[in-house]
T-cell receptor, first 113, second 114 residues
Framework: GDSVTQMEGPVTLSEEAFLTINCTYT??????LFWYVQYPGEGLQLLLKATKADDKGSNKGFEATYRKETTSFHLEKGSVQVSDSAVYFC????????????FGSGTRLQVQP | DGGITQSPKYLFRKEGQNVTLSCEQNLNHDAMYWYRQDPGQGLRLIYY???????QKGDIAEGYSVSREKKESFPLTVTSAQKNPTAFYLC?????????????FGQGTRLTVV
């Protein structure tokens, strides 16, 4: 079946540091890939997405590139802020079979001033 | 405003009781989903529905039931058969059949068994 693997957290960074959160996947069909963000006590919000190989999703300074050859969708940001502290989820949905998002376990990011 | 609304935000249940979590959307989405989130874990799919009057089990459907009588509504019942129901429950909706379509999430219901 489909699965998503994320690096374990928490990831603790100082403000203005570079961020990478790794995400790899296995999928039976051709997946669309997503990063969602969750702030404390809230639901999830879409951060960015990519629907085909080599696409780059970007939003609010975050970027991720759909790498089919390495089945990866790593999240990056050049300079994090305290307000970026949250839990980040990598997810996929395929064009065959079950039409529902499959999520990774989430990575908590803590940014210190 | 268009969106997806879950209620209540906090819910307390005594052991042995059934409880129903509400999820309503006014986004005109065909597909709706229920996920369970436990501390330090990802989201696990409970049930999903692609169209009115039809729904499918997800990965952890045991002890839960749903209905989809209206496009806007997808209530989740946590039954007494669910052995460990304390968790954060998230409802989502999305357009059906669109490649890469975004799923919109509600604010969640935190259920605690007392």
């Amino acid at each position: 079946g489909d699965s998503v693997t994320q690096m374990e957290g928490p990831v603790t960074l100082s403000e203005e540091a570079f961020l990478t959160i790794n995400c790899t996947y296995t999928a039976t069909g051709y997946p669309s890939l997503f990063w969602y963000v969750q702030y404390p006590g809230e639901g999830l919000q879409l951060l960015l997405k990519a629907t085909k190989a080599d696409d780059k999703g970007s939003n609010k300074g975050f970027e991720a590139t759909y790498r089919k050859e390495t089945t990866s969708f790593h999240l990056e940001k050049g300079s994090v802020q305290v307000s970026d502290s949250a839990v980040y989820f990598c997810a996929l949905i395929t064009d065959t079979g079950r039409r529902a998002l499959t999520f990774g376990s989430g990575t908590r990011l803590q940014v210190q001033p | 405003d268009g969106g997806i609304t879950q209620s209540p935000k906090y819910l307390f249940r005594k052991e042995g009781q059934n409880v129903t979590l509400s999820c309503e959307q006014n986004l005109n989405h065909d597909a709706m989903y229920w996920y369970r989130q436990d501390p330090g874990q990802g989201l696990r799919l409970i049930y999903y529905s692609q169209i009115v009057n039809d729904f499918q089990k997800g990965d952890i459907a045991e002890g839960y039931s749903v209905s989809r009588e209206k496009k806007e509504s997808f209530p989740l019942t946590v039954t007494s058969a669910q052995k460990n129901p304390t968790a954060f429950y998230l409802c989502a909706s999305s357009p059906r059949g669109l490649e890469g379509a975004e799923a919109f999430f509600g604010q969640g219901t935190r259920l605690t068994v007392v």
